[in-house]
């Protein structure tokens, strides 16, 4: 199945694929007026459409079935990860992290961070290809940077019911009771899961972590690196919860 992205489409109604979506339907895959194709809303909605024009620039579509809307209880997980040195490592992260599924993606900029800054709209566009890809119809949100200390203070990590989420900073000290990942996940419960920079996370974000509520887990006896540990969370997530 070829899965498309808009947005704003609805029930029984006309949308038009952006360009590079247009591109990819009439000229890589030589669609014509008259046949279908699975365009998803980003939001868990999957609509059966037929091409009513396809121009390569502009391809029209009307919206014919909704083929099902992903059940808003679902679990998710909340990745909140200090940016790597190398930007590719971090699109490599977003894209298999999206792949494999997550909820939300925030940066983080901390203590020991070697880039405090990245842009977002790359990692958006990987995220929409590897929504495509792995045929999710759930596009994750991706958060700019902020400082992990204002993040602490300031937000409430979401959830989707009324179960506040299980909330665990992942560091490498060792010589700080930590409990191993896998065995802190509950099946059916939303996450929030910090991951550090490459030098870690300092001692005093780490004691403000534990402050908020955040219990410290430890993902092996394997020192990781950034991406590899924040896949890693989403991995042992997703396998909890039976998704893989």
């Known amino acids: 199945m070829q899965l498309f992205y ?7 109604a006309y949308c038009t694929l952006d360009a590079e979506e247009s591109r990819h ?4 895959l030589r669609m014509r007026e008259g ?16 091409i009513i024009q396809a121009d390569s620039g502009k ?30 490592r971090m699109e490599w992260l977003v894209e298999k992290a999206v792949e494999i599924g997550v909820g939300e993606i925030t940066l983080l900029d901390c ?14 566009k990987l995220a929409v290809s590897a929504m495509k890809q792995s045929l999710h119809t759930v596009l994750p949100k991706i958060n700019p940077a902020v400082k992990l200390r204002d993040w602490l203070n300031s937000t409430q990590p ?11 900073i992942a560091h490498c ?28 996370f300092s001692g005093d974000e780490i004691a403000l972590a ?15 690196r950034t991406e590899t540990a924040a896949l890693y969370a989403v991995t042992a997530f997703n396998l909890i919860n039976d998704r893989i």
């Not at 808009?6 to 029984?12: E, V, Y």
């Not at 339907?25 to 890589?28: L, Q």
């Not at 079935?65 to 808003?72: A, I």
């Not at 203590?111 to 958006?124: A, V």
């Open 59 to 88: 391809c029209i579509v009307e919206s014919v079935s909704k083929l099902s809307t992903l059940n808003s209880q679902l679990s998710t997980i909340h990745l909140a990860v200090a940016p790597t040195k190398n930007p590719s």
């Open 35 to 50: 046949d279908e194709l699975n365009v998803t809303d980003g939001r868990g909605a999957l609509y059966r459409c037929n």
């Open 173 to 200: 000290e060792a010589d700080q009771p930590r409990v191993p990942l896998a065995s802190a996940l509950l099946p059916g419960r939303d996450v929030v899961v910090l991951i550090g920079p490459e030098g870690d």
């Open 158 to 168: 979401f959830s989707h019911s009324a179960t506040q989420p299980l909330k665990f």
């Open 111 to 124: 203590d020991h961070s070697e880039r405090t800054f990245l842009k977002t709209d790359r990692l958006e």
């Open 210 to 224: 534990l402050e908020c509520g955040f219990q410290p887990v430890s993902l092996g006896s394997a020192r990781l």
């Open 6 to 12: 808009n947005p704003d489409i609805t029930p029984n």
């Open 25 to 28: 339907a009439v000229r890589v």
